[in-house]
Nanobody, 128 residues
Framework: QVQLVESGGGLVQAGDSLRLSCAAS????????MGWFRRAPGKEREFVAA????????RFASSVKGRFTISRDNSKNTMFLQMNNLKPEDTAVYYC?????????????????????WGQGTQVTVSL
């Protein structure tokens, strides 16, 4: 079992920055590939970013590439999502996800089915 707790969401203005955190417990963090997803009002949950177990490889949705950065600190069992130049269309509930089944340390998944544990979500609201 992996428990995930997100934090760092809030209400900001367009152009501002936020950093989300995801604290993991229940399993050796370095054995888990991680990702962020989001669900905007009235829309399906979508992929935002992913990071491999070793933190070397990352992937971003085209809508956030160049503005968001994903990172992890395996010594602190925590993953981060740095979000810069936020836009109103980034408004969503952001979910942290863990892939405990990934074999290789340098790979990651970018579909919901790749992940077997999910956090409860944190709300990010970006106003004009």
């Amino acid at each position: 079992q992996v428990q995930l707790v997100e934090s760092g969401g809030g209400l900001v203005q367009a152009g501002d920055s936020l950093r989300l955190s995801c604290a993991a417990s229940g399993r050796t963090f370095s054995s888990i590939a991680m990702g962020w997803f989001r669900r905007a009002p009235g829309k399906e949950r979508e992929f935002v970013a992913a990071i491999s177990r070793n933190g070397i490889n990352t992937r971003f949705a085209s809508s956030v590439k160049g503005r968001f950065t994903i990172s992890r600190d395996n010594s602190k069992n925590t993953m981060f999502l740095q979000m810069n130049n936020l836009k109103p269309e980034d408004t969503a509930v952001y979910y942290c996800a863990a892939d405990s089944r990934r074999t290789y340390s340098s790979t990651y998944g970018y579909t919901e089915s790749s992940y077997d544990y999910w956090g409860q979500g944190t709300q990010v609201t970006v106003s004009l």
